[in-house]
Every structure is written in structure tokens, then in C-alpha cells.
């Protein structure tokens, strides 16, 4: 029995509270079951659908924008069992082969590379009193986050196993490479921003900006040594309020 | 004025609390989204635009990584502009003094946050427990409820972070500003700029990207004398 449009759709909005209840011993499982179930409730009745949710409630965490692309495949995978298909494996052992990858793909690229990408870009007009900035930030990040969703569902239900193919086709994990590079350029022109502010501050030639680079750096290696930032952000403040009490 | 706002940023922090991960995650809950949101519904999103963007960066790098917890830099976001908001209407500072009191003093009590979101997340494992029972006893019409009963967990929790930081600061920001509001008010403009300057050391350390140094310090370089040719 294939899905129609509109149960597709419930799950598709069912997995935007994938983890409304996380927790520590099954994860996101709740959540997948939440998800799966208007079209389990097309495919199964009774004891069938019960022993359907026993086969899902187990351990499931994955990047909550590519569980859609878990959930396309496990739909197709559980409509191919209905009809006799033996794909040589389990709908459970699939789904423990691909939350793995789905996650560790999803979170260098959007919580890696997209969501700072997306900030530092915001900031750059925020920085100037824009309220462009959230605007930007909220658009740019959940563009590819829709995308993604989306796309994921329909593949995955598409494709079955097939949809493997289609997270490589994908490359997330060089996109998350490529936006981290345009990361470091955009910090550098953020730090730039700020050290041009600073001059601004002190009626200082634009060159004394120069200064703002090594004193990034220092924070990184400081950081870099496990250094809280808000320790950092704390005791730099408080030396500054010293200076200005003292002066 | 005080109550009628707070009320706004409780519902705004709830809000933001369940976007941050139980429901949508559509990013609502940053701090460069959340605090102008907050101080537009409290009618001066200038000082909530000037929360969000010092707070933005500075814990962005910690990940929200299979069971790792930020801190809750969402109910810092809100409750500081709550508080600079209150502040600025009560003594009349600058919002960038205020945004930048406000922040330092609140920011610590936001890491009570991790702890309540660590105790929603435990909460949620019994609900998980009652489906299990539920299912064994061949019932499994609840589990779509005690799945959606954990977005209480969640909104529990970020009121419950949203209480310290808010409570927090209303005991300790008077004091504060009574005692350091000339160097403050000094302070500010420099303030400002550390913040987000923390950010990116903090952003620039967890980053491993071939040829970082270069690209920075191309793009800084770049940057700056495009800036002094303006």
C-alpha cells in the first residue's frame, strides 16, 4: 500500500517534535514512534501495529533534520515487508546502520558549519544596529534545514536502501569542510569589524586595528587550553571596569 | 510595566526553551533571534538587538552533540533583556551599559540552565518507562501522549532557568549599577566589543580547518583595508 501525499505530510510534521521527549536511555525513540505512526496506522491494525512499535521502541538518535531521510526508508522498508520483499536484513539493523552516519553527517554541517555561517553573517549587519541580522540568520539557516527535511522524506520513502546512495550524493561532509573555511574568512572580516569599532572608540588611525588579531588569537590559545570563554569574558570585563574606576 | 513584561518573557522563553530542542528547532531560540525578539515585544528591541549579538558567538562551539548540553544561552538571551530593559527604563543608562551589566551579572546563573535541562531530559526517561508498560500491557493508544508530555519537561525547565537568571539578576544588578555605573557607563563601548571578540577566539579554537590561519588572517587584513578606504 503506498502512502498517500497527505500522511507523508503528518509525518512529515511529526518530525519537527522528533524530540520533544529526548532522553538519556532511548533518545529520540518516542520520537520516532510519534513520527511514524499515521502511517503506521495505514499500514497495520491490532496486534500488528502493536508488535510494529515494539519493533521501534529501541535506542534512535540521529541529527533531527536528516531523521525525515530515516523515516522515508524505514516506511518503504516496512511497505517492501508487507508485500514479501526480503531485503537480506532487518528494518532495525537498516536503522542502526544509518542514524550513525546521519548524525555525525548532520551535525558537522548544520550545527558545525551552517548555524555559525548563518550567525557571524547576521552579526555583521547586527553589529551595525540592523535588524536585518535575525532576519538573515533565521532565513539562511533553516533554508537548507527545510531542504533537508523535506528531501530526506522523499528520498528515503523513494528510495528504500537506495537512499544510502543519495546521503553520499549529497557530500554534507564536504559542504561541512567547504562553509567551515568560509567560516574562519568570515570571523576574520567580524574581526576586522570589531578592531575597526575600537579605533572608532579611541579616535585612532584604522592601522591600530592590527592590534584586534593577536589578541583573537591569544583568546583561541586561551580557549584552546580549555579556558571557559564566559571566565575569559568575566575577568577581561572586570579589569576594564578596574581601569575605568581607577581613571 | 514590570509585570505585564515579565509575563511577555516568560511566554517568549517558553517559546524558545521548546525550539531548542524538543520542538521545531527552527533556530528561534538563538540569542541573536531570541533577545530582539524579546525586547521588540517589550518595546525596545534596540537593547534586545544589543543582548543577542554580544551573547551570540560566545558559546556558539559547544554543540548540541548526541547527550552533550550547551549551556542555555536562550534564557540568557531573554531574561538579560528583560533585565536591561527594566534597568534602562529604571535608571536611565545607556542600553549598551545596560545590555553589558546585565550580561555579565546574569550570564553565570544561566549555566544553571544545563542542570534543569539534564533533569528534563531524566524526567523524560519515565515517560519512556510508562510507554514500555504500556505496550507490554498491549495499551499503546498513549504513546503519542507521553511523547508530547515531555514538551512540559522541557518548558519546565526553561522557565525554571528563566527564574534564576531573571532572579539572579534582579538581586544582584541594583547593587551593580548603584556602585559601578560611572565606570560602566566607561566600560561599555569596550565591553561590547570583547564579547564578540571572545566569541570568535572561542569559535576559532574548536574550528579544524586546513589552512585557518591564513584565511583569517587574509580576510581580517582584507577586511580592515576595505574598511579604511570607506
Given at each position: 500500500?503506498?502512502?498517500?501525499?497527505?500522511?507523508?505530510?503528518?509525518?512529515?510534521?511529526?518530525?519537527?517534535?522528533?524530540?520533544?521527549?529526548?532522553n538519556y536511555e532511548q533518545m529520540q525513540s518516542l520520537g520516532?514512534?510519534?513520527?511514524?505512526?499515521?502511517?503506521?496506522?495505514?499500514?497495520?491494525?491490532?496486534?500488528?501495529?502493536?508488535?510494529?512499535?515494539?519493533?521501534?521502541?529501541?535506542?534512535?538518535?540521529?541529527?533531527?533534520?536528516?531523521?525525515?531521510?530515516?523515516?522515508?526508508?524505514?516506511?518503504?522498508?516496512?511497505?517492501?515487508?508487507?508485500?514479501?520483499?526480503?531485503?537480506?536484513?532487518?528494518?532495525?539493523?537498516?536503522?542502526?546502520?544509518?542514524?550513525?552516519?546521519?548524525?555525525?553527517?548532520?551535525?558537522?554541517?548544520?550545527?558545525?558549519?551552517?548555524?555559525?555561517?548563518?550567525?557571524?553573517?547576521?552579526?555583521?549587519?547586527?553589529?551595525?544596529?540592523?535588524?536585518?541580522?535575525?532576519?538573515?540568520?533565521?532565513?539562511?539557516?533553516?533554508?537548507?534545514?527545510?531542504?533537508?527535511?523535506?528531501?530526506?522524506?522523499?528520498?528515503?520513502?523513494?528510495?528504500?536502501?537506495?537512499?544510502?546512495?543519495?546521503?553520499?550524493?549529497?557530500?554534507?561532509?564536504?559542504?561541512?569542510?567547504?562553509?567551515?573555511?568560509?567560516?574562519?574568512?568570515?570571523?576574520?572580516?567580524?574581526?576586522?569589524?570589531?578592531?575597526?569599532?575600537?579605533?572608532?572608540?579611541?579616535?585612532?588611525?584604522?592601522?591600530?586595528?592590527?592590534?584586534?588579531?593577536?589578541?583573537?588569537?591569544?583568546?583561541?590559545?586561551?580557549?584552546?587550553?580549555?579556558?571557559?570563554?564566559?571566565?575569559?569574558?568575566?575577568?577581561?570585563?572586570?579589569?576594564?571596569?578596574?581601569?575605568?574606576?581607577?581613571? | 510595566?514590570?509585570?505585564?513584561?515579565?509575563?511577555?518573557?516568560?511566554?517568549?522563553?517558553?517559546?524558545c526553551g521548546l525550539d531548542r530542542t524538543a520542538a521545531g528547532?527552527?533556530?528561534?531560540?538563538?540569542?541573536?533571534?531570541?533577545?530582539?525578539?524579546?525586547?521588540?515585544?517589550?518595546?525596545?528591541?534596540?537593547?534586545?538587538?544589543?543582548?543577542?549579538?554580544?551573547?551570540?558567538?560566545?558559546?556558539?562551539?559547544?554543540?548540541?552533540?548526541?547527550?552533550?548540553?550547551?549551556?542555555?544561552?536562550?534564557?540568557?538571551?531573554?531574561?538579560?533583556?528583560?533585565?536591561?530593559?527594566?534597568?534602562?527604563?529604571?535608571?536611565?543608562?545607556?542600553?549598551?551599559?545596560?545590555?553589558?551589566?546585565?550580561?555579565?551579572?546574569?550570564?553565570?546563573?544561566?549555566?544553571?540552565?544545563?542542570?534543569?535541562?539534564?533533569?528534563?531530559?531524566?524526567?523524560?526517561?519515565?515517560?519512556?518507562?510508562?510507554?514500555?508498560?504500556?505496550?507490554?500491557?498491549?495499551?499503546?493508544?498513549?504513546?503519542?501522549?507521553?511523547?508530547?508530555?515531555?514538551?512540559?519537561?522541557?518548558?519546565?525547565?526553561?522557565?525554571?532557568?528563566?527564574?534564576?537568571?531573571?532572579?539572579?539578576?534582579?538581586?544582584?544588578?541594583?547593587?551593580?549599577?548603584?556602585?559601578?555605573?560611572?565606570?560602566?557607563?566607561?566600560?561599555?563601548?569596550?565591553?561590547?566589543?570583547?564579547?564578540?571578540?571572545?566569541?570568535?577566539?572561542?569559535?576559532?579554537?574548536?574550528?579544524?580547518?586546513?589552512?585557518?590561519?591564513?584565511?583569517?588572517?587574509?580576510?581580517?587584513?582584507?577586511?580592515?583595508?576595505?574598511?579604511?578606504?570607506?
Amino acid at each position: 500500500m503506498k502512502l498517500p501525499r497527505s500522511v507523508l505530510l503528518q509525518v512529515l510534521s511529526r518530525s519537527f517534535l522528533l524530540q520533544a521527549s529526548w532522553n538519556y536511555e532511548q533518545m529520540q525513540s518516542l520520537g520516532l514512534i510519534y513520527a511514524l505512526t499515521p502511517a503506521f496506522r495505514r499500514y497495520y491494525s491490532g496486534a500488528a501495529l502493536l508488535a510494529a512499535y515494539r519493533r521501534h521502541l529501541e535506542y534512535f538518535n540521529t541529527h533531527p533534520y536528516l531523521a525525515t531521510t530515516v523515516i522515508g526508508a524505514v516506511l518503504k522498508l516496512e511497505e517492501q515487508a508487507q508485500h514479501g520483499i526480503d531485503p537480506g536484513f532487518t528494518v532495525g539493523e537498516f536503522k542502526s546502520a544509518l542514524v550513525a552516519p546521519c548524525a555525525a553527517m548532520g551535525d558537522a554541517f548544520f550545527w558545525g558549519a551552517m548555524r555559525p555561517v548563518a550567525a557571524v553573517v547576521a552579526l555583521l549587519w547586527a553589529f551595525h544596529g540592523s535588524l536585518w541580522g535575525p532576519v538573515f540568520f533565521i532565513a539562511l539557516f533553516n533554508l537548507p534545514h527545510f531542504w533537508f527535511r523535506v528531501q530526506g522524506l522523499i528520498k528515503g520513502y523513494g528510495g528504500g536502501v537506495r537512499v544510502v546512495s543519495t546521503l553520499q550524493r549529497w557530500h554534507l561532509s564536504d559542504w561541512a569542510i567547504c562553509l567551515k573555511q568560509v567560516l574562519v574568512v568570515l570571523l576574520g572580516f567580524f574581526a576586522a569589524v570589531i578592531g575597526a569599532a575600537a579605533t572608532d572608540n579611541l579616535d585612532a588611525g584604522i592601522a591600530w586595528g592590527l592590534c584586534v588579531a593577536p589578541l583573537v588569537l591569544g583568546l583561541c590559545a586561551l580557549m584552546r587550553r580549555r579556558v571557559s570563554p564566559l571566565l575569559v569574558v568575566l575577568v577581561l570585563s572586570l579589569l576594564l571596569l578596574s581601569w575605568f574606576q581607577l581613571h | 510595566m514590570f509585570f505585564p513584561a515579565l509575563g511577555v518573557t516568560v511566554v517568549v522563553a517558553i517559546l524558545c526553551g521548546l525550539d531548542r530542542t524538543a520542538a521545531g528547532q527552527f533556530m528561534i531560540c538563538r540569542p541573536i533571534v531570541a533577545a530582539p525578539l524579546t525586547g521588540w515585544l517589550l518595546g525596545e528591541v534596540a537593547i534586545g538587538l544589543q543582548v543577542g549579538a554580544m551573547l551570540e558567538l560566545l558559546w556558539l562551539g559547544r554543540l548540541p552533540v548526541g547527550a552533550a548540553i550547551p549551556p542555555d544561552d536562550s534564557q540568557v538571551a531573554v531574561g538579560c533583556t528583560f533585565l536591561a530593559i527594566m534597568s534602562h527604563a529604571q535608571t536611565g543608562m545607556p542600553p549598551q551599559a545596560v545590555a553589558a551589566a546585565s550580561l555579565l551579572i546574569s550570564m553565570p546563573f544561566g549555566k544553571a540552565g544545563q542542570l534543569f535541562d539534564r533533569l528534563a531530559r531524566l524526567a523524560n526517561a519515565r515517560l519512556l518507562n510508562k510507554a514500555e508498560l504500556a505496550l507490554d500491557s498491549g495499551r499503546f493508544e498513549g504513546l503519542e501522549r507521553f511523547h508530547l508530555r515531555g514538551m512540559w519537561h522541557f518548558a519546565a525547565a526553561s522557565l525554571a532557568t528563566l527564574t534564576v537568571v531573571v532572579g539572579g539578576g534582579l538581586l544582584c544588578l541594583p547593587l551593580f549599577l548603584k556602585y559601578l555605573d560611572g565606570p560602566l557607563v566607561a566600560a561599555a563601548p569596550w565591553i561590547w566589543l570583547l564579547f564578540p571578540l571572545a566569541g570568535i577566539g572561542s569559535l576559532l579554537s574548536g574550528l579544524k580547518v586546513p589552512r585557518a590561519s591564513l584565511l583569517f588572517g587574509g580576510s581580517f587584513v582584507l577586511g580592515l583595508f576595505i574598511l579604511a578606504l570607506r
